[in-house]
Nanobody, 121 residues
Framework: QVQLVESGGGLVQAGGSLRLSCAAS????????MGWFRQAPGKEREFVAA????????YYADSVKGRFTISRDNAKKTGYLQMNSLKPEDTAVYYC??????????????WGQGTQVTVSS
């Protein structure tokens, strides 16, 4: 089992930045890929970014490329999503997820509870 807890969400003006954290506990964190997804009201959960176990492979949704950066610190058992140049359409609940395989679909085995990000115009 892997437990995930997100933090760092909040209210920010358009053009601002936030950094989300995903703290992991439980089984060996370094064995798992991590993903970030988001879900806006009335919409399906969508892929944002993913990183493999050692940070050597990353994927991004087209909508966030060049603005968001995914990273991880295995020593701290924590993943991060740095979000810059935020737009109102980035408003959503953001979830981190973990799985043995890096994916761009929501087929991750473990999920956090989510953290709200609201971007005002």
């Amino acid at each position: 089992q892997v437990q995930l807890v997100e933090s760092g969400g909040g209210l920010v003006q358009a053009g601002g930045s936030l950094r989300l954290s995903c703290a992991a506990s439980g089984r060996t964190f370094t064995a798992y890929a991590m993903g970030w997804f988001r879900q806006a009201p009335g919409k399906e959960r969508e892929f944002v970014a993913a990183i493999n176990w050692n940070g050597g492979i990353t994927y991004y949704a087209d909508s966030v490329k060049g603005r968001f950066t995914i990273s991880r610190d295995n020593a701290k058992k924590t993943g991060y999503l740095q979000m810059n140049s935020l737009k109102p359409e980035d408003t959503a609940v953001y979830y981190c997820a973990a799985d043995l395989f890096i994916r761009q679909t929501p087929a991750y085995a473990y999920w956090g509870q989510g953290t709200q990000v609201t971007v005002s115009s």
